[in-house]
């Protein structure tokens, strides 16, 4: 499941009537402080790998942020902890600077010359209506927070909470926690750290519901919806009270008891080539690992790729391949005019069609292929990075804009879904213009060669696998794809798991915890 994600404004305009309707001054702010103390206590008593300080820092700006750090910091010093503060505008909201002094904290008139002594810094520089980086002054601060703990009040200080957008100066954290509403930044900023999320309000009156109330008029008139999940949950233990961003659902891939090798979802994958053999190996194992049904391959490979998994059907072309329910064209298949023709080929067939890595490349090159893709009755999957996706986006004519926004456009633009990878990777359905998910694989391992082709052949088993269940169901799409990049992502997770630590993920041994992935999604 997902979880709706809210921009600023929207924030502000469920908490006007709360605050307004408060029995006692700043108790909103308690309310938000308590979360931001129970989040403070899990991270203390986890520690810090190597680190030997048990102080916390309190960071606190003029803010509702600051003031909801400083009340936290109040709350610890009366549960034991030893806390100080730092104003960094010199100045703090006034009760709650008063609280944090009343429970015996200490204000700095200075930052400390060394983190040793501390183990955790709460971020309360900025809150969500700061835009752009912080203040050049404030550079010190932030190079301090890199040798200790952070945990950031609402989002992380220089981050954007409406884009997501880091600027030059800001502040990276461990954990986020945030009130009422998931903001946009905790889907789009992997500086957030861990998402962590607490229903405030007050008696009978949860600002989450608040937000429910206004959805409907946002997401029909406002601002695009964002919605967010996490593949690999983070590190830590935290209290009931806090959740954590979760992980989008994976749909079941065990056969139905009238399945057989064909009804179940035939895949077929044309990858490769003399310059990229590996990338028709790793794609296939991609496809074959993710879900129980017929892999088909197509391509100069063919003998390579049998010899490897013999459970694959292999031809060398695309007119003898036979019937399939999705094809994946592009990793390691060539830009020349023989490889175009084939994606022009396959564009005609009556099946969603995945373009990857290679595939990318000729779609930026070809207004016709582009046309084709824009045309086509059947669902279109494309797969791009950053630098693929900026090459489209400037042969398409869209204009550049802040992530998820140019990414929503080009999708409406070439009338196709648009997977792009990284970090954060966003998917954009090409029948849904005003919503995109966005899926944080919550580690950066897969950042490594190969590991697009591996994800291509996954999203293009489950493609096929969807379609066979739900023949032409292109509102499964978005579904069908986050739930490959989840997959794609914990498997990744795995593989860089080591008795000793987390070390390299090379793309084949992603490709090889696919099936152990999957069974964790699948039995969540």
């Known amino acids: 499941m997902y979880a709706t994600t809210y921009t600023a404004d929207q924030i502000r305009a469920a908490e006007a009537p709360l605050l307004e309707s408060q029995s006692r001054p700043d108790e909103l702010m308690q309310s938000a402080a308590h979360a931001v103390f129970e989040a403070a206590e899990a991270m203390l008593a986890g520690g810090a790998v190597g680190r030997t300080g048990t102080r916390t820092l309190v960071l ?14 109040a709350e610890l010093q009366l549960a034991g902890h030893r806390v100080d503060a730092l104003l960094t505008a010199g100045r703090a909201q006034d009760r709650a600077l008063s609280a944090f002094t009343n429970a015996g904290g200490t204000v700095l008139e200075q930052l400390p010359d060394s983190s040793a002594e501390y183990c955790l810094a709460i971020d309360g520089i900025t809150g969500i209506g700061g835009s752009g980086g912080l203040r050049e002054e404030l550079a010190d601060a932030v190079a301090w927070l890199r040798g200790v703990q952070v945990l950031a009040v609402d989002v992380p200080s220089g981050v954007d909470a409406d884009t997501g957008v880091a600027g030059q100066l800001h502040v990276t954290a461990d954990a986020t926690v945030t009130f009422g509403g998931w903001r946009r930044a905790h889907a789009l900023a992997p ?6 999320f607490a229903d405030i309000g007050l008696p009978g009156r949860p600002l989450h519901g608040a937000l429910l109330d206004t959805l409907p ?28 961003l979760r992980a989008a659902s994976v749909r079941s891939v065990e056969p139905a008891p009238g ?8 895949v077929g994958v044309r990858a490769g080539s003399e310059q990229y053999p590996g990338a028709a190996l790793l794609a ?12 088909r391959y197509v391509g100069p490979q063919a003998a390579e790729v049998v010899r490897a998994h013999p459970e694959v059907v292999v031809t060398q072309k695309l007119e003898d391949a036979g019937r399939v329910q999705a094809w994946v064209f592009g990793p390691g298949a060539g830009t020349d005019k023989a490889a175009a023709r084939e994606l022009a080929w396959m564009l005609r067939q009556e099946v969603p069609v995945l373009i990857d ?25 494309l797969t791009p990075h950053d630098g693929e ?27 196709a879904t648009i997977v792009r990878k990284g970090r954060i990777t966003l998917v954009a359905p090409e029948d849904e213009p005003h919503l995109i998910h966005a899926v944080d694989a919550g580690h950066s391992w897969a950042a490594t060669p190969g590991s697009g ?34 997959v794609h992502a914990l498997a990744a997770a795995i593989a860089a798991d080591t008795p000793f630590g987390e070390a390299t993920a090379p793309a084949s041994h992603i490709a090889e915890h696919i099936r152990n992935a999957t069974a964790v999604m699948t039995n969540a």
């Open 389 to 415: 996706f900026a090459r489209l986006r400037k042969a398409a004519g869209v204009a550049e804009s802040t992530r998820f926004e140019e990414t929503l456009t080009l999708a409406a633009a070439l009338r």
């Open 453 to 486: 082709d591996v994800l291509a052949g996954i999203m293009g088993a489950h493609l096929a696998l969807a379609t066979a269940r739900t023949p032409y169901a292109d509102a499964a799409i978005a579904a069908t794809t986050t739930g490959a990049v989840t």
């Open 357 to 381: 890595a290679d595939g990318l490349t000729l779609l930026a090159g070809h207004p016709e292929l582009r046309q084709q893709v824009a045309q086509r009755q059947q669902s279109t999957v």
């Open 217 to 244: 008029e946002w997401a029909h008139e406002g601002p695009a919806l964002v919605l967010a999940n996490r593949a690999v949950p983070g590190p830590g233990q935290w209290p009931s009270g806090l959740t954590p």
């Open 284 to 295: 296939v194992a991609g496809a074959l690992y993710a879900t129980p049904s017929m892999v």
């Open 259 to 266: 399945d057989d090798k064909y009804s179940g979802g035939v």
């Open 60 to 73: 606190a700006g003029p803010g509702g942020n600051g003031g909801d750090a400083l009340y936290a910091g």
């Open 191 to 196: 500086e957030c750290g861990v998402q962590l």
